[in-house]
Every structure is written in C-alpha cells, then in structure tokens.
C-alpha cells in the first residue's frame, strides 16, 4: 500500500469534501458525464484490454471501462477511501465482475510493469503533487506502446457560461475552506496545454485537442443553488443571496436541466518503447 495519509489531497479526498461527493455521487457522475465520449473515444478501448482509472472516484468510468474491456478488466485507483467505498458498492450492485479498486496515490503506487495497455481518467490526473513523477509512474504500468488518454479543465475565463456563472458565486459567497481551495487549485493545474506537453516529456503521439462541453447542475436553479451550497458543510446564505445565487443560473435553465457550456482538453499520448520509467 502506497502510503497517502499526509499528502494534502489525500487530506482533501478523505474528509468532508471527499464523503459529499461519496454521498452525492450520482449527481456529480451526471455534472462531468458530456466528457465520457470524447474520453472512451480517445481510448479506443478494445475488448480484451486490461484498463487502469486513474483518480476513478465512484467508479462510474471504471465501470464503464469494465464493460468496454469485456474479456479484459478494468481497475480504478483513487486515494479516497469514501468515494471507494461507495465504487464497490454501486459495482456490485451492477454486477460488474471484471472490475476492481485500489486505493493508493498513483504517483507513486506500485503498479505492475507493464501491467495495462490503456490508462484513462476523467480529470483525476490534475491532483498530483509532480506530475512528471506522476506520468513517469504510469508509463511504468503501461506496456510499450500501450495508450493514455485523459480530459482536463481548460483556462477558466469569461468566454465560457461555466467560469462566468463560477465566478459570480465565488464574489457572491465566502471564500472556500482550505480543503476546497486546494481542490479548485489542483483543477487548473494542467489548462496549459504546453504544461501538458512538459510532463508528457518522452511519450509518443502526444495529442491535446480542445472539447466543448456541458455541464449539468441540477433540475432547476434552486436544486442547482442548493447542491452548490451543499458542498460546503455548515454554509449558511441569507435570503437575499441565495435568490441572486438562483438568478445567476436561471438563464441556463432548460427542460434537461441547468446546464452550462464549458471547455476541457482531451489528452491522448503513447507509452515509448524507449521511455524510461
């Protein structure tokens, strides 16, 4: 077991920011479910591949690599022992059998050398303390010539309805406890795409291409608001701010809920025969 207690993310995902998305999994799955097809698409995983999730959480893509990989399996990592707990669960009851978890840090887990041909995340990979050592680390479980493909925030900004929407509640609300500070930083630790470059330094075919997005919050404005809120245990707003809060995402209602046009990056690379891990 890869020792995690002391890291600050390990901190983040094992206390109360890590049991909210535990307990309320389904809704976060559904916030980040517009990337899943760009990130399977760029994975190309194929029937008899072992995969690796990397930063899996709930296991929601784990599961969907388990079934993708029917005659491989699929195994998600995280070092958050909620939301894992809550991924065996929610596996077992869809009877996945081909899938299993590990918690550890995957910058420094012990995978098996050449131990998978895919690895995947869904925008695990930003949390690392060095990412370098990190991807160094999982190019040690990939075999040559075996695929990464992961998706990521892009810069933040006034273009994009997500950011703007983010912004006015960040000015409107107080300023978020340490744990949900360090997460939102962790979140744009990788918007660079040159950033992305450098800590792919010796993989092959490295790729990063912009994807649009839509982010789902909630049914409505209020459902939204109150999920929102929620994330941060004992926040209480008073009632004028909490219907400028609703008014903020009332624009982006619509009858699929409120959605938010956002920007990721899709990152795909290959493992080099020459790479040394």
Known sequence: ????AGSVQAQVWNGP???HWATHH???DALVSGLDDALFEGAAIAAGDRVLD???GAGATTR???RLAAHGHAVGVDISAP???RARAVTVAEDVTNVAYQRGDAQSHRF???GYDVVISRGGVMFFADHAAAFRNLARALRPGGRLAFVCPQPAGPHLEESRALSLFARLLDAPDAHTAAAQTAMASLSDPARIREVLEGWDEVSVTPVGTETVWGRDAADAVGFILSRTPGRAVDAVTRTTLEDTLRPYETDRGVRLRAAVWLVTAKRSPSLQA
């Open 112 to 114: 098996p050398a050449a």
């Open 64 to 66: 969907t690599a388990g």
């Open 83 to 85: 939301l894992l707990d």
């Open 54 to 56: 990397v930063g899996c």
């Open 26 to 28: 389904a809704r976060y």
């Open 17 to 19: 920011l890590g049991t």
């Open 1 to 4: 077991m890869t020792r995690i």
